[in-house]
Structures are given as C-alpha cells and as structure tokens.
C-alpha cells in the first residue's frame, strides 16, 4: 500500500492522473516547500508530524487538512473541525505543528526549527543547546582543528621551507623556519 506524499491518502484513492499530478508536485504538506529541500530524514520527520496532526482528540476521528496562511507568516497546513455551531462558525481551523522530541518539553517548533529538524533530530532550540556536548567542546581550539604537527611549506620569496601558526596572536603572521 503506498501513500501520496501531497496529501498522504492512499494510491487506490486517487485517480490515476491525479496520483500522476501529485507523484510529479511532490510538494512538503507540512511546510509547503519542495521535496528536493528535504533531506530523506525531515521529509519522514515532517510526514509524521502531518499524521499525528490529522487526528482531533477532541472528535476522536481524523480531520481533513486545509493550507492556511496566518497573518504574514508561511503558508502551513491546518486541521478542519467541524463545530457544532451556525454557519460561517461552524468550521475551526488548528494549524499543525512539529512538536519538540524531548518528552519532558512541551514546546513546539517554529518554522526555522522544523525547516531543520533533521540536524536538530527534532528537538527545539532550547532542548538542543541543553544536550551533553561532544568531547572535542572540552579541547582546546587548536587540539581540535589544528593537526599534531604541522607541515612545513616553501617560502617563494625566500626559498626555505617555513611554517606558520594560524592560532597566534600577532599583528601579522609570523614564520618559523624548518631546520
């Protein structure tokens, strides 16, 4: 059974040339971007969070999805309840948003965060800054990005083989010569 990647229905409800129009479109219904903007990772990522969104707890059914623009924000996707209540009021609109993979945070992303969701793995900024760092953070600079021994190169100038410290703190770069 497979799914469209536009609307996420499945492939047998589509008539053919809609599943066509659709196949070719491949556009993000979370963000409204296109698939060629996503790694394979967000574009799962974004998926998941359009399927947890379809679901209301408050009808205990899944909704329809309609795009919405809220104010001059970017254009997202919305779930469409149906209230009990006269018309134009009879419809609610919820827009739909990824929320923040740390189950202690009850955060949702912004649309930076979800456009980056996969080198963030999901989490909002707040999460991500409060995660253990890598051990190249407790080095100093020039362990982590200088290599042990650096090699020495050819003075044009001069002709002798020199070396340079990139991490020195002088007015200009001072060489070393090689013995």
Same mark, same amino acid.
């Given at each position: ?17 809609? =599943? !066509?129009?659709?196949?070719? !479109?491949? /556009? ?5 971007? #296109? ?7 967000? =574009? ?10 379809? +679901? ?11 795009? /919405? ?19 134009? +009021? ?32 999901? +989490?909002?900024?707040?999460? +991500? ?18 290599? #042990? ?5 050819? #003075? /044009? =100038? ?5 070396? =340079? ?13 090689? #013995?």
């Amino acid at each position: 059974m497979s799914s469209c990647k536009i609307c996420h229905l499945d492939s047998k409800k589509h008539s053919k040339k809609m =599943w !066509a129009l659709h196949q070719q !479109a491949q /556009i993000c219904t979370l963000c409204q971007k #296109n698939a060629s903007e996503h790694s394979a990772k967000l =574009w799962e990522m974004h998926k998941i969070a359009v399927e947890k969104g379809k +679901f209301c707890p408050f009808h205990k059914k899944i909704e329809k999805l309609y795009p /919405i623009t809220i104010g001059t924000a970017r254009a997202s996707i919305a779930r469409v309840c149906k209230l009990n209540a006269a018309l134009p +009021f009879d419809i609610d609109f919820v827009p739909i948003h990824m929320h923040c993979s740390n189950p202690n945070c009850k955060l949702y992303l912004s649309c930076i965060e979800e456009d980056r969701a996969d080198v963030l793995d999901g +989490f909002c900024l707040k999460c +991500f800054r409060e995660l253990p760092e890598l051990d190249t953070a407790h080095k100093p600079l020039r362990e982590v990005y200088e290599p #042990n021994k650096i090699k020495p190169v050819l #003075n /044009i =100038w001069s002709g002798k083989m020199v070396t =340079w410290d990139p991490f020195e703190q002088t007015d200009y770069r001072k060489t070393k010569e090689v #013995n």
